[in-house]
């Protein structure tokens, strides 16, 4: 692994913590961006490069690390949290891991333990960052069509013929013949099976519903 090619956030009030998981962590080749507290931490993530993971403890001076997962969530600050604490208990962890953390480690805990969560952390990253970049590609591919292309494309995806889809809109089928070629030229498609995989992909759903503006 080369350092700095991914970004792990440590945020712990203690100054040794933060120092000895810095130094553990770099050497293992990793970009550490260290803060002591949940405001510290919310500035200096603002645009966090992808890959990149959060390294969260419990107890905080402003903000509970649990409300901080929350809020993250609910501004769409997507980032796999692994959570360290001294003062867990079970039902803190069962709550953190619903939510979506990728590990609760109580301390001391043995550093492999911590680096392999990381590790599952910047994958997990890895691969939710890939798929938005797909919902990325589809949202710019149906930004090209037009209301009527749109149109076409529904109604091909269900698998209605050209002639059903003419009778359907009330166009001729030579002018759905013309819309439905120049929807498959704009989504980068040559045939229907492509076509149906764009709606029909579990990362793309998102994408396909959003309405034309």
């Known amino acids: 692994m080369l350092a700095n090619s991914v970004t792990v956030f440590v945020v712990d ?30 500035r200096l993530s603002v645009n966090a490069p992808h890959p990149c993971c959060l390294i969260l403890d419990v107890k905080l001076p402003d903000l509970d690390g649990l409300d901080l997962q929350t809020q993250l969530s609910r501004d769409g600050m997507l980032m796999p949290i692994v959570f360290i604490t001294g003062h867990g208990d079970l ?9 979506g953390a990728v590990d609760f480690l109580s301390k001391p805990f043995r550093p492999l333990h911590l680096l ?16 938005r970049g797909e919902t990325a590609r589809i949202k710019g591919l149906m930004a090209q069509l037009t209301t009527r292309e ?26 759905v013949k ?9 989504m980068g498609v040559t045939s229907l099976a492509g076509l149906v995989h764009l ?15």
């Open 199 to 213: 709606r029909t992909s579990q990362d793309t759903q998102i994408a396909l519903k959003t309405p034309l503006h």
């Open 116 to 131: 392999e969560a990381v590790q599952v952390a910047l994958d997990r990253d890895r691969n939710e960052s890939g798929k």
């Open 91 to 99: 039902p803190m962890g069962v709550k953190a891991m619903k939510a």
């Open 150 to 175: 749109r149109e076409v494309m529904d109604l091909v995806s269900v698998g209605l013929t050209n002639k059903e889809i003419a009778e359907r809109l009330g166009l001729v089928v030579q002018t």
């Open 178 to 186: 013309v819309h439905r070629g120049r929807m498959m030229s704009k």
């Open 13 to 42: 009030d203690d100054e040794a913590v933060r120092k000895s998981l810095t130094r553990m962590l770099f050497t293992f080749g990793y970009r550490v961006v260290a803060a002591e507290s949940a405001a510290e931490f919310l």
